[in-house]
């Protein structure tokens, strides 16, 4: 058998149901091609002949790891480091010094949600050592950015901290690389102890609940409503407002808006690059 399976209308939206309910993510139709290159080798595996063996067996009791290696495979993990820059020039000359200004006897609280292979956590780190250098005694109390993906592989990778050259050439200047990376034998480059030691990764599934993650400054969440119905990406927002201090922020990614929440959010130019505040 080979990744190049033929699905059934039937089957695509059987398996779409199942994708939506565990994790969010609506497959348009035209989408039945994704679904044949990233499962292909799981079906292969389980020795699935079609689709509908497949979900029969992911909504079978006990079959929690098979659940995991789907919803890994369908989730698209591209990321890059300082991506979009805009956001991380707003953290760097706006929301730093306003946090440091307003927050100075509480840690300074992130949140990096669908933080994928750890670029975006990681820049926001070197940015905040950066933003220390330039102001001595900044944040005394201490930073901690949350990460959270629902992928345990991208979040292994992010633990490590560990990237080829070819990861770090996408969107890393050579300054940066130098200042916060050390090379190693293999030829990988690792992240430095200061910028990696104020991250910590954690599973986590955006349609779960996030009370127990605590209060935000910030909340980073970039480049993945675009994959939820719109019913989920708003009840998603609505928890988020949960958990943001007063005043705090909400970071959405270039292509994504906020609408139908006027009542939580308030829509801030920064000129270029918009942000929302916490009402």
Same mark, same amino acid.
């Given at each position: 058998?080979? =990744?190049?399976?033929?699905?059934?209308?039937? +089957?695509?939206? #059987?398996?779409?149901?199942?994708? #939506?309910?565990?994790c969010g993510i609506l497959l348009a139709e035209h989408k039945q091609y994704l679904v044949?290159?990233?499962l292909g080798k799981i079906m292969q595996q389980q020795g699935c002949t079609n689709l509908n063996e497949l979900v029969t067996r992911l909504n079978r009791p006990g079959g929690g790891t098979l659940k995991e290696q789907v919803i890994d495979a369908m989730t698209t993990n591209e990321t890059l480091w300082f991506r979009d820059i805009h956001p991380y020039e707003i953290l760097r000359n706006k929301l730093l010094p306003e946090l440091h200004a307003s927050s100075r006897f509480q840690k300074l609280r992130i949140w990096s949600a669908a933080c994928s292979t750890g670029q975006e956590p990681y820049s926001i780190s070197m940015v905040i050592d950066e933003f220390k250098q330039q102001t001595p005694?900044?944040?005394?109390?201490?930073?901690?950015?949350?990460?959270?993906?629902? =992928?345990?592989?991208?979040?292994?990778?992010a633990r490590r901290g560990e990237y080829e050259m070819l990861a770090l050439g996408r969107g890393l200047s050579q300054d940066r690389? %130098?200042?916060?990376?050390?090379?190693?034998e293999s030829g990988s480059w690792t992240i430095a102890p200061k910028i990696k030691s104020r991250v910590r990764f954690q599973s986590m599934n955006?349609?779960?609940?996030?009370?127990?993650?605590?209060?935000?400054?910030?909340?980073?969440?970039r480049n993945v409503l675009?994959?939820? =119905?719109?019913?989920?990406?708003? +009840?998603?927002l609505r928890k988020m407002h949960r958990q943001l201090r007063p005043g705090g922020y909400l970071l959405l990614g270039a292509s994504e808006?906020?609408?139908?929440?006027?009542?939580?959010?308030?829509?801030? %130019?920064?000129?270029p690059g918009i942000i929302y505040q916490a009402i």
């Open positions: 058998m080979t =990744s190049s399976f033929s699905i059934t209308p039937a +089957e695509f939206r #059987e398996f779409s149901t199942f994708l #939506e309910k565990s044949q290159s990233r005694g900044a944040f005394s109390s201490g930073e901690e950015i949350l990460a959270t993906d629902i =992928s345990s592989t991208v979040l292994d990778q690389l %130098h200042k916060f990376f050390q090379s190693t955006l349609l779960g609940p996030y009370g127990a993650l605590g209060q935000f400054d910030l909340i980073f969440i675009i994959y939820f =119905s719109s019913d989920v990406k708003l +009840e998603i808006s906020l609408s139908g929440l006027s009542d939580l959010y308030k829509m801030i %130019h920064c000129r």
